[in-house]
């Protein structure tokens, strides 16, 4: 407590002290909306082809189900999602107790990160994944261990040599995030079985139900292996829910009642619940999302492999190409209204990443890449 002087004005200004780990953080950023690419270039028309979002936009049941539920906003939503547990959980055929609903998966690896990593502490992850791990990570006083990936691949086996006492959990995207690729059934199950019981492994499945791969893991089938994992996945990609934020993990009793403990009351609300509910209904819908994807992964490779450029084959609803300078052919697409997302922030300035969109998104992307290689 400080002393008044004469005029009043001698006690010394002291101010919160901001911990420097949170000023190391590099903030993530999302790709561009297309409102704010149109107002910035004067343009309309715009389609954006950066954010992995489903190009066919929500299913007829879910605008059905929004709109019903509309009148209810009023209300606060159900705090324990009971109808939506119960729903998933018997599609999943686990036990509802072992599902904890997010706002978004990215809520969910927050609070993995914040119950299970302190200061000092190290979480391993590939140097290419999902930038949310590392950043969660520093944000909780811990050290991202970032294991050098093989030929765009999680090196599956490297990580596993990279746990050691002070590791905590291990992040894993099957498929990845930029990439588009994964590991295999053999590789998994010997990293599995090599982790020990008392290190969390989260497997984010953000976009399984794109896979087409014949030895593709689901993680469900492990839950009972390793007492420490917790598989993500999110209404985000092929369910077309991406602005409700909606995100699901699936694991221990134990974890994820201590999880509903940790998260925010309500941090689902109420119509993402109603939506998710009747897109779990919805298998026209979801299977025309897997098309979607499908075709997207054909057209762009016979596009690529015409103009020449390497790319990385995908087993999501994106693709990783090879362009020379990732800012610079972003920003020439993005002046002739097509947004895609450029990869510098993971290490990769010469390529970019880009969503299939619909067969007509897709055709228009293909002309404007096309145009802007041929002035370079």
């Known amino acids: 407590m400080c002393g008044l002087g004469v005029n009043g004005l001698d006690c010394m200004v002291v101010k919160p ?18 409102e704010e690419v149109e107002r910035e270039l004067g343009l ?7 954010s992995n979002e489903n190009a066919l936009g929500p299913s007829a049941a879910v605008i059905s189900a929004l709109r019903e539920a509309a009148e209810g906003v009023h209300r606060y939503p159900d705090g324990g999602a009971f109808e939506l547990t119960s729903r998933l959980a018997a599609r999943l055929s686990v036990d509802g107790r072992r599902i904890v609903f997010g706002n978004g998966s990215n809520e969910l690896i927050e609070l993995l990160v914040r119950m299970f990593a302190e200061e000092g502490s190290e979480v391993v992850m590939s140097e290419d994944a999902f930038l949310i791990y590392s ?15 093989r030929e765009f691949r999680h090196d599956v086996a490297a990580m596993g040599d990279a746990v050691g006492e002070k590791t905590r959990l291990v992040f894993l995207a099957n498929p990845n995030n930029p990439t588009g690729t994964i590991f295999e059934r053999d590789a998994w199950e010997a990293f599995l079985a090599r982790v020990p019981h008392d290190v969390v492994v989260v497997v984010d499945e953000a976009y399984c139900e794109y896979v087409e791969h014949p030895e593709y893991p689901d993680a469900l089938d492990y839950i009972d292996r390793h007492p420490g994992l917790v598989v ?25 009642e201590a999880m509903s403990r940790l998260r925010q009351p309500f941090n689902v609300n109420l119509l993402a619940q109603v939506a998710a509910i009747a897109a779990l209904d919805d298998e026209d819908y979801l299977e025309a999302g897997r098309a979607l994807a499908r075709e997207g992964r054909r057209c762009f490779a016979e596009a690529f ?7 990385v084959p995908s087993q999501a609803n994106f693709m990783l190409v090879e362009v020379g300078d990732g800012a610079a052919v972003t920003d020439a697409l993005m002046r002739r209204g097509v947004i895609v997302r450029p990869m510098g922030a993971y290490g990769f300035p010469s390529m970019i990443r880009v969503t299939f969109g619909t067969p007509e998104e897709n055709e228009r992307f293909v002309d404007a890449l096309s145009a802007v290689m041929g002035e370079r």
Do not use: C, H, N, W
């Open 305 to 311: 492999e015409r103009l020449g450029l390497d790319y």
């Open 44 to 50: 309309g028309d715009s389609i954006k082809l950066a």
């Open 135 to 149: 950043l969660v990570s520093q944000a909780a006083g811990a050290t991202p261990v970032r294991v050098k990936a």
């Open 17 to 34: 002290v901001i911990p420097q780990r949170i000023l190391d953080l590099q903030p993530y950023k999302p790709g561009k909306p297309i």
């Open 232 to 256: 993500l996945r999110t209404f985000s990609k092929v369910y077309g829910l991406a602005g409700l934020r909606l995100g699901y993990g699936v694991g221990s009793v134990e974890i994820m």
